[in-house]
């Protein structure tokens, strides 16, 4: 498990995430009304990471 995958995993409402290295993405599952993508991509910039951008669609 990567070092984004298992910050990310830690946050309440998150149910899935797969980090694609070689297209510099990550998806994640989780619920909004527990965490928001917001929430999320200051996870990933806490841990040294850019985020480009913050695009959500829903399931």
Do not use: W
Not at 28 to 49: K, Q
Request: charge should be positive; hydrophobic fraction near 40%.
């Amino acid at each position: 498990m990567t070092k984004i995958e298992g910050a990310l995993s830690k946050k309440t409402g998150v149910t899935n995430v797969k980090v694609l290295f070689n297209a510099s993405k990550v998806k994640a599952e989780f619920d909004d009304s527990a965490v928001s993508a917001e929430d999320l991509a200051n996870v990933v910039t806490d841990l040294g990471y850019a985020v480009q951008s913050r695009k959500v669609k829903p399931l």
